[in-house]
């Protein structure tokens, strides 16, 4: 049975940074890529990034966090981590971790097949 849990969430002002952190459970927690997703009120889950098992720990990001967000794991301890910098009011949202069915990183939420329960992030203007 795998289990993600997320922290780190809270609520900061604008141009604030917060750290996510998801720590997985269970033996083959560390052979698959990780992703973060958010979902607003009204709005649809999106793909915020995603990082790869691979050796070189490649990472896909959403435009919209590009330049601001950064993903990274530490795979000896099953975890992944969202560093959140220069936040937006328009970052507010639930953000969810996930794991992934391969080991490369991917956008699309039906290649993620575990979920978190979700941490809640808001930004104030």
């Known amino acids: 049975q795998v289990q993600l849990a997320e922290s780190g969430g809270g609520l900061v002002q604008a141009g604030n940074s917060l750290r996510l952190s998801c720590k997985s459970s269970?033996?083959?927690?560390?052979?698959?890529?990780m992703g973060w997703f958010r979902q607003s009120p009204g709005k649809e889950r999106e793909f915020v990034a995603s990082?790869?098992?691979?050796?070189?720990?490649?990472?896909v990001y959403a435009d919209s966090v590009k330049g601001r967000f950064t993903i990274s794991r530490d795979n000896a301890e099953n975890t992944v981590y969202l560093q959140m910098n220069n936040l937006k009011p328009e970052d507010t949202a639930v953000y969810y971790c996930?794991?992934?069915?391969?080991?490369?990183?991917?956008?699309?939420?039906?290649?993620?097949?575990?979920w978190g329960q979700g941490t809640q992030v808001t930004v104030s203007s």
């Open positions: 996930a794991r992934n069915r391969g080991p490369l990183a991917t956008e699309s939420k039906d290649d993620f097949i575990y």
């Open positions: 269970g033996r083959t927690a560390s052979r698959y890529a």
């Open positions: 990082i790869s098992l691979t050796i070189d720990g490649s990472t």
